[in-house]
């Protein structure tokens, strides 16, 4: 059986991330983790974590290595702003960077009520595809 590949989409909140990433799987071309999702579940949970920043990543980390094991590509969407993030993905075979202006990420975030996220985006140690997240990123996936 042939392993999939875990790609690994970066970017801050309102960047563009989760529609680039869905539009392969739409296709049935492979999984989406989202981690915004997982980390909701958990603060959702009975456990009621008040943070699950940690926790998202490293069920979203596990939970693509199992499936790039089956043989399925993994679309990985999280923020990954730091080191500290990064560093619980596996080996991811290509990283995606959704880089966007401040102002028109700000505009998204708000319009969606998200709040401004605190992160302040480190450089990575990796080479990385970087992806302009300012236009329609559905048309950017096909």
Known sequence: MTKGRILLLSG???SGKTTLARAPCMQGRSAHLRV???EKAICES???PKCAIDAGYRVAGAQAQELAALGLDVVCDAVNADDR???IWPDPDLV???RIPE???ASRSKARGF???PHVW???PLDVLEVDGAGDATALAR
């Open 122 to 124: 480190q450089d990575w």
């Open 85 to 87: 993030g990064r560093a």
């Open 115 to 117: 709040p401004a996220y």
């Open 46 to 48: 009975q456990l009621a």
């Open 103 to 105: 102002a028109l990420r």
């Open 36 to 38: 915004d999702t997982i």
């Open 96 to 98: 995606i960077w959704v």
């Open 12 to 14: 801050l909140s309102g």
